[in-house]
Structures are given as structure tokens and as C-alpha cells.
DNA sequence: CATGAATGAGAATTCATTCAT
DNA sequence: TATGAATGAATTCTCATTCAT
């Protein structure tokens, strides 16, 4: 029997991952300028060398986290096979999908936030982004269309101000869930609370779209 | 006779304000942690000392910041005057007022989010904060009754899921500008993009609300 | 009677100098990757943060150095009033100036090896050397012509080879000292050496310039 | 059969040439603080390991070089077979080698200003070196004894300071081009130049030598 | 012999804050 | 009240070198 090195196991690819990772926590909770990368590293189990040789520098290890985010929600939301089921039950998945994510995936919000304070200058550079959310636009049309046809949802309906607000009512809600625990003098946050929005929210879109 | 002094205008009130105004500026463009207190300094045309004379250190001029900023909002909304309005002319009125104070305010949606970020520390200090917001909700509560009666409005409907509700879409669509018209592949904030979200809120808000 | 306070004397101007006198004795001792910021602010007695208020970086902290360098060796040699000498004197008087001015300023010599290292990246911006130097090779001129006229030059010598010919004969032997003592197992900077070469160097000279 | 092994050739002998080669180049462009271990590997298609592998150490390396550089000038002018030319004819020859030397071997110059930058601690454990010049001396030392015999040198010339002279000339003009292009504000290194300055070189060391 | 991931010491630079005037 | 020089603690980033495979 030998004693275990306290070195790290040669594993790139999960020693990327794990900065990543780490840098992904780290940023949702910091911002930008306010995450450090010794912190990163060292919650990652890693190196600090090993960031600057996998991703450059600070900036980049953010630019990639903000990439890795914004394929992730896309990839989670199409496993849903929205594309085959009725109208007003894909609506409905969708309101309750974006309300789960996000409260699963609490820095999402973070990230998102932070990236526009930077005038999303690094997802800018992320062509792969864009191509991926034509598809979404594309299915939600998809979907209007078909209610349309069958004569329960409203004419008209621009994909993108709907997605953009199914989007928003549970974005909000829970981006600001500490500032408006205080205003409004209530946990927002509790299960009680988190039920109540969610079927406010429901109900919200369904009467938008439903003829 | 005397040389004229190069300082400044000794008006500490003056000072005061041009310091507290920098600094919202620069806390929203660039946040808590990547403020400089020189930036602030230098565009308030003022030395660096006087910010911590008047308060403190950076942390309690970001905390005075973001009150002054919960205080400003309701202060520009009280003067709409909406408790003389019609229930659905209030509605529309308080939608409109939403967009438009996040548009002419772009700060004030930076800053919630940097307070936010800092799971509203800073906010949590501020008890004049709680009680105007108080009345805010309580206002709400009255138009909507006033529309029950007459008919208008659904009846049940919490005030505060309203306001959040209207908080949100506005503020979603403004916030996230940046990662949005990247996404969306279009201006959000060209005249007519802005024309047609704000129509298009409206009519969510209206469908929420009335029967 | 108090204790003396640790905290450096509130002189800007002096606080300068000293950064400046210590980089220039460091930047020759090591070279521009070679030398470090934090032996520069040590012997300076400075604080290694104003060396970034006074001269932004490492880099125009350089340039700095070599731009007083230039303008420090044209400034000496005026001094010398050799206008109004006798050419064969004036001659003379330049080659025994450029010897005792490398040997009493050999950091002069590292600095100009240093920057061409960097392809004189760093002179490139300093006007005013370009402006310096002028007056130089014009004075060479007319020394030259008088020596002509009075018959005692050879017509048709190039100042800027002269010039750079007289420079060369120190310089190469001050700036090789090193080497050329191993290699030519003997001590190039003995006093007698010294003394040897430079009535070599003269010699060299006024059989060059001589008819 | 066996898949082809993407690894480098296993040739110590010419991975060994090509980190000597590379470590050349990199050491004359940024001098040995500046070079950077990793674009000497690189540039040799080599791994960082077979530096240390072969050289034990960055300085190590740098002192290889050094060797090398110092063998090589002496090696290439041993090829000129002086001892057999006139004394005139021998000491032009001299002139223009050198002159022709640096131009073709820029490193040269710079990696010989780094070395004294380095007090030449890397030459004095070279043994070699200093017997290579031993001879260089007496050959110059013969020659003018051959010229004085002829009647057509200068009695008493001492060969160093001759040695030492003609290098100087030609060595300041090529290793401060850079700085002596912007001083003097003309191109040093276009082909006229060159071509006056080698003339100027021949005739100043030809009036310095002749009786 | 060859590879390239991993490391730790250190270097440049930044920043909020304090102090002498 | 006002100024701006000075400070020290971090923070990002770099680099020669070593180790597992």
C-alpha cells in the first residue's frame, strides 16, 4: 500500500470540467469583477496555472461559463418534446419548465443578469448561441399556429413578445426574490409562496394567448 | 485682496450630491465589486476623501445609493396620482409608468440586480424602504376592488402578484436588452420594438385582470 | 521631541526622482524583463503603488529612464562649450567626453543595449531626443569645416560616421568589458588599461580625421 | 503493424541541434530573462521536458548558447586562412569579416550584450573560449609584425587594442541600429549605408595601421 | 526517449482607504 | 471642509520546473 499524492489525478478533461464548474458557482455569485480566481481554483481542486492554460484568462472563463449556460437551458428545455403535445399543455409545460429551471438552476439567473451588466459583450462572441434559439422562436410559432388552427389560442401572437414574457413573470419573481422579500414583507420563496406563483404565472400566460 | 482658491466651491450639500449621483452611475454600470471609488470621485468632481468623509467607505455610499433608489421609484410613482383614476385607466397607467421609469431610469434596474446579487444586504438596513412600499401595495389592493365592484375585474386576485407581474415584463425586457437582442436577432430597444412591447404588456396585464 | 514617522515625506517631486534613480539602476542592471518593479520601489523608498501613479507601468517607466538617458548624455556634452575650441582640441575633447561619460555613467551603456533589445520601441516616442540629437551632428559639421578650412582636416568626412565612429571605440570596449577581460585574459578596466586605451582612441581618431 | 506513433523522430542528436537553434534565437530577441522556455520549445518542436533532459536548466541553456556563439565567430574566421594574405590585404579582410559576421549573425551582437549584461558569468566557465583566442591575438600580432617588417605598418601596435578597434566599429554601428536609426534619422541598415559604412570601417583602421 | 498536465513561487498591477498639509 | 500623496493588502497573471504516463 502507498500513500494517495496529493496531486491531482491526470485527468484533463475533468479538471476542466471541475473549474468550470467552480467558476460557474463562483461568478453567479460574485458577478464579473467581484468573483476571484483564486477561489475558483480552489473550490475546482485545481491548479491556478490550470485555468490560465485551459481557458486563458478571467474574461474567457466567463465567456465560456455564460456559453455553457445559455446551451444548457436549451438542451434541458428540448427534452421536453414540447413539439408533440397539445397547444395548451406545451404552453403550460413551458411556463412551468422556465419557473423550474431557474429554481434549479438559480445561477442561471445570476449569470444572465451579470452578462448584461456587460452588455453581453462575451456572448457576443458565442455564434453556436444563436443558432440554437432560432430553433426555440421557431417551435413556439410552431405551436401557436396549431392553436390556432384548432381555434383556441388567439391570432396574431408574436412568438417572441410571448416567449420573451413566459420568460419574464418567473424570471423576475425569483431574480429578485431577496429585494422583494423585503418589500413586500413576505417570503417569496417559501414551498406556499413558490405554488401560488406558479399557477398565477400559468394562469397569466394561458389567459394571453387563449382565445 | 485675495488669490482665488482652485478648490472646490466649499457647498457640502452640493458635494454631496454630485458624489451620490457618480456613484449611482458608476454602481450601475459596473457594480458593487468592479465600482472604483477613484471613478466616482473623479466624475463627481470631487476629491476622494469626501466620500468617505460624507459616507463611510464605498459599501455604505453603495447601500445610500440603492435607497435613494427604492426612494426615488415610489416617490415618481405617487405623483401619477392613480387612486383618482378609473380601476383600468390606474392599470394601464401603472404599466405604462413601469416601462417608462425603467426607461428613463436604466440605473435603477442595475442596481436591483447588483442588490440583489448581494441578497438585498444593504436594502435590509433601510426601514423607510418597507413603509412606503407598504402603501404601494395597499393602493393596488383598492383599485382592484374598486374594479371588482363595478364588474371589471376578476375577483381574487392577489395585489402583489399583480405588481411583481408588472414589474416583470417591463423590467425583464429592459434588463435583459442586451442578451435579448443578441437571442432574439432584433433590436429590442428600437422606437418600434419598444412601441409594440409596451402595447403588447398592456394587453397582458388587461387580460390578467379583468373578467 | 517625536519619533520620525516611517511614512516618506510628502515631497511629489522628490518621490519622483528617486523612483526614477532607482529604475534607472536597476533597469541597466537587469534589463527590462530582468528588473523588477519591487526592488525599483525598495531602493527607490517609495511605495511600489507610485510607481504606478507616477509612470502608469513598468513599461513607460522605461521609457522614462531611456528617455532621460538621451537627453542627460547631450545635456553633459554641451556643457563642454566645444564650439569654441580648436578643431584638433574639439576632436579630442569629444572622444575623451565619450569615454569618461560611459565610464562615470555605465548604466548609460546598459541602457542603450536594452533598448535595442526592444528595436528602440521606447525612443521611437520621445521627440524631443530626435530634436537633441540634430544640434549634435551639425555642431560635428562645422567643426569638420573648420578643421578644413584651416587645412589641417581631410575634406569630405561624413559627421554621422565620424560621430558614430568616435562613439564606437569606447563604447564596444565599456560595454564588453566583461567578456573581452576573459577573452583577452586581461583586465580592460585597470587604471593603466584604461589610461592605454583611451589615447588609443584618440590616436584612432586624429589619424582619421587628419590630412 | 504497428499504428504510426505521432511522437517527434527519436534523433537525440538532432532534437538536441533544433532546442540549441531555438534557444538561439529566443535569447538574442529577448535576452535570458525575457526568452521564455516555452517558445524555445515550441519553436524547436520539441517538448519543454527535453530542455531540461539535455540542458539541465534554463541557464544552463542560455550558457550552451553562449559557448556555441563564441566557438562559432572563430571557427568562421579561421576559414579565411589569413595568416597566408598580404598584411593589407589580411587586416581589409579582417575588417570586412567582421563587418559581414554581424550582419549575417544579428544573435550574435545580442546574445554578447546580454552576456555582459551578465557580467559574463557564463563565458568564465567556457575554457575553451579563451584558448580559441589566444590564438586570434597572435595571429593579429603576427600580422602586423609581417606589415612593420614591410615597412608599411606603424611600429608598436598593440594587437588587442587593434582587435578590439576593428570589432568596435562595426559591432556599435549593427547592435544599436535601432537607436541610431531614430537619433540620427536615417536608415542605418539600407544597402548604401551598409556599403559607406564598411568603406568608412576599411579606411579608419587602414589610417590607423599605416605608417 | 518523449509527452504534456500539474505545480508553487513570484511578478506586475489594482484598489480601498488613510494621513499630512 | 478640502486636497492628493502615500500605503498595504489583495488580485490577476506568469514562468521555470517537475511528475505521472
Redesign the interface.
Known amino acids: 500500500m502507498t500513500i494517495s499524492s496529493p496531486r491531482q489525478k491526470r485527468d484533463p478533461e475533468e479538471t476542466r470540467k471541475r473549474i468550470l464548474n467552480s467558476a460557474k458557482k463562483e461568478f453567479a455569485?460574485?458577478?464579473?469583477?467581484?468573483a476571484r480566481v483564486d477561489t475558483i481554483a480552489d473550490r475546482a481542486k485545481a491548479n491556478k496555472r490550470m485555468i490560465y492554460h485551459y481557458f486563458g484568462n478571467k474574461e474567457e472563463l466567463f465567456q465560456k461559463v455564460i456559453e455553457e449556460a445559455?446551451l444548457d437551458i436549451r438542451s434541458a428545455e428540448k427534452k421536453l418534446n414540447i413539439v408533440q403535445l397539445e397547444p395548451i399543455e406545451a404552453i403550460e409545460t413551458l411556463v412551468r419548465f422556465s419557473w423550474d429551471y431557474y429554481l434549479k438552476n438559480p445561477e442561471f439567473l445570476?449569470l444572465?443578469?451579470?452578462?448584461?451588466?456587460h452588455?453581453?459583450r462575451h456572448?457576443?462572441k458565442a455564434q453556436k448561441?444563436?443558432e440554437v434559439?432560432?430553433g426555440f422562436?421557431l417551435m413556439m410559432k410552431e405551436i401557436l399556429n396549431r392553436g390556432v388552427k384548432l381555434g383556441i389560442f388567439r391570432d396574431n401572437i408574436?412568438p417572441?413578445?410571448l416567449?420573451?414574457?413566459i420568460?419574464?413573470?418567473s424570471?423576475?419573481?425569483q431574480?429578485?426574490?431577496?429585494?422583494?422579500?423585503?418589500?413586500?414583507?413576505?417570503d417569496l420563496m417559501s414551498p406556499e409562496a413558490q405554488a401560488?406563483?406558479l399557477d398565477?404565472n400559468i394562469?397569466?400566460i394561458l389567459?394571453?394567448v387563449c382565445s
Chains 1, 2, 3, 4 share one sequence.
Request: aromatic share 12%; charged share 20%; proline share 0%.
Open positions: 455569485l460574485k458577478g464579473l469583477a467581484g445559455y445570476a444572465v443578469n451579470s452578462e448584461n451588466l452588455r453581453a456572448l457576443k448561441i444563436i434559439h432560432e422562436v408574436d417572441v413578445q416567449v420573451i414574457t420568460a419574464s413573470i424570471y423576475y419573481y431574480t429578485n426574490r431577496h429585494t422583494g422579500s423585503i418589500i413586500f414583507q413576505r401560488e406563483r398565477f394562469d397569466t389567459r394571453l
